[in-house]
């Protein structure tokens, strides 16, 4: 993840001081433990600053309104007791070539800062701190004890100190060209180590974009540049100068993240800020979809194991206890045959009342005929009521599997991130596992879950222009049949095999022919267990032939007058998905 170097966060405070300043601060609201919003309004406009400590994205920048789901953080708390309702009256550096920040604010501009909330930008160091007018801690989000820094630590009513500071030259536009070129080959190496190793500001994206700008390798060894080389290297590192000095920025998008100087630029963007919530937006929630997706995939392996053992015990019984009659069929012939029972034996073979075939009957050498025929009346009492008390058992088993299948097949069609829905949709059946006792309860869980943002369902348009939506999952199919699915519409599911519902939305009047019927059963194949199949059948009727039993686990469903169609997972794999 590319990290906001020095030259990415003098951007954004350009960007900032620009549109925002001055700002009242109206709301305070923080999302996790390293993320928080500042709600703020100036007289044009309304907006959320988004301060990030982040140890990968640590950021500052506009951002969009948070989820609406409980602050239940200490810190934000703090920060809205004492400075909510004052002015943003400035963002200034700490320190020159610092990535760290100082928001001032104040009773109303002009007037002297009461409150500096301190954000550092300074990778796994990153920090947000509260410091009253007289430069005193007053909270931060992370504290830092003596134990874990001896050189700086951060702890509440101590004196703010400055990070310490770093001996490397400071880039400056005054350097003449020759000294600058003996700084940077005064050693040789590879040209990208030695810019950074020589120079403060300098991250490696930067260097990396400012070396490919000017036409060279990273790896070019500094002593095999000629002059020419260098004065056009040299021509690169004074634009970056200028750039900074007058803070005239190029945003945009490179093949591999995001640049504020225009260098390897694919796409160019507006704004600073929109670039940076987006970037970082996007790389945190590919990081948290890849570790979500990763843990429902271990417990629902680890519960369909289980399960599925379980299953087998069951059935194993079951079929002992198939062979109940046939030791109420012994008992009674041997009853029948009590005349031909003779003390001490083992065993005795007497004809089949049918076949007439010999049987031969165990017996213990220590009972007679009629308590031997008692034991094989009793065992076959045992082996039915085994059968009746083993055969729902079995259901249920059998029920839960199919469930977890549903769920399993709904991850297994998320295997990357495409989009923030994505997430989304993780967190719903997240959210539904815990709710169905799969996963533990806890707070952090349940808070994830913007009620007010849910996921959407796929959305998808057959030949003729007639509308397919599909669930994705649990949530979304039984939004589909139970309250989305009009009178008219057709819904649609693999026959006996866990997958999503798929709803043909129709109008009054319009009936559907055979090709968006195959359509919407191709879609049903391909969203299902089944889509590594050549053909899957498929079942459709209309939705209020459509049912949940009592106590029915989420997206469980029964459904009448079905009608079957053959769909086809690879064609459905390429009909083009519609925005959402």
């Known amino acids: 993840m590319q990290p906001v170097d020095f030259t990415t966060l003098t951007a954004i405070v350009a960007e900032l001081r620009t549109e925002w ?12 433990r390293h993320t928080l919003y500042l709600g703020l309004r100036t007289l044009n406009q309304r907006g959320w600053l988004l301060v990030s400590w982040h140890p990968q994205a640590a950021r500052l920048c506009t951002s969009a309104a948070p989820p609406r789901i409980p602050d239940t953080f200490t810190f934000s708390q703090q920060l809205k007791h004492q400075i909510g309702n004052l002015a943003l009256t400035a963002i200034v550096p700490i320190a020159p070539w610092e990535r760290a920040l100082d928001l001032q604010f104040s009773r109303r501009p002009g007037e002297p800062a009461l409150w500096h909330l301190y954000v550092e930008i300074m990778g796994k160091y990153s920090n947000a701190i509260l410091a009253n007018q007289e430069n005193q801690i007053i909270t931060a989000a992370h504290q830092v004890s003596a134990q874990q820094s001896s050189v700086r630590p951060i702890q509440t009513g101590q004196p ?18 020759a000294r600058w070129q003996e700084r940077v080959s005064l050693i040789p190496g590879p040209l990208r180590r030695n810019l950074q190793k020589t120079y403060r500001g300098l991250s490696s994206a930067l260097t990396l974009s400012l070396i490919q700008a000017a036409g060279f390798s990273p790896d070019q060894p500094t002593d095999r540049l000629t002059t020419t080389d260098w004065q056009q290297l040299f021509q690169r590192w004074q634009e970056w100068l200028q750039a900074l000095a007058n803070e005239a920025f190029q945003p945009g998008w490179t093949a591999d993240g995001y640049t504020v100087l225009g260098w390897g630029m694919t796409e160019s963007v507006d704004r600073v800020q929109t670039v940076i919530d987006r970037y970082y937006t996007s790389q945190l929630e590919q990081q948290e979809f890849s570790q979500l997706r990763h843990q429902l995939t271990q417990k629902l392996n680890a519960a369909l194991t289980k399960l599925r053992s379980k299953a087998t015990v069951f059935q194993t019984r079951l079929q002992q206890s198939d062979v109940a009659d046939y030791y109420r069929e012994q008992a009674d012939l041997l009853m029948a045959n009590l005349h031909h029972w003779q003390p001490g034996m083992k065993a005795i073979t007497l004809p089949d009342f049918t076949t007439e075939q010999p049987v031969t009957i165990p017996l213990d050498p220590e009972k007679n005929a009629v308590q031997n ?15 009746s008390a083993i055969a729902p058992l079995l259901a249920t088993v059998d029920d839960e599997i199919h469930y977890l299948e549903q769920v399993e097949s709904a991850i297994a069609e998320l295997s990357q991130y495409r989009r923030s829905d994505d997430l989304s949709m993780l967190n719903e059946i997240r959210a539904e596992l815990v709710q169905q006792r799969y996963l533990p309860d806890s707070g952090y869980v349940n808070a994830n879950v913007d009620e007010s943002s849910p996921s959407r369902p796929y959305r998808y348009a057959t030949p003729n222009g007639l509308e397919v939506l599909v669930g994705r999952n649990n949530r979304q199919n039984d939004q589909l049949t139970f309250r989305t699915a009009g009178d008219y519409d057709l819904w649609f ?23 968006d019927l195959q359509f919407a059963a191709d879609l049903a194949a391909y969203y299902s267990r089944a889509r590594q199949s050549d053909q899957v059948s498929v079942v459709y009727t209309e939705p209020r032939h459509v049912y949940k039993p009592k106590g029915a686990k989420p997206g469980m469903t029964v459904y009448k007058h079905e009608q079957t169609i053959w769909g086809q997972p690879l064609r459905g794999q390429q009909y083009p998905l519609q925005s959402p």
């Open 160 to 177: 703010y100190d400055l990070p310490p500071p770093l001996n490397d030259p400071t880039p400056t536009l005054t350097e003449s060209f």
């Open 373 to 387: 025929a008692q034991a094989l009346y009793k065992q076959h009492q045992k082996l039915k009521r085994a059968r």
């Open 21 to 32: 300043l001055p700002a009242r601060l109206e709301q305070v609201y923080q999302r996790d």
């Open 493 to 515: 599911h693999t026959q006996e095999i866990p997958g999503s519902h798929v709803l043909l939305r129709l109008k009054p009047g319009i009936a559907p022919d055979a090709a």
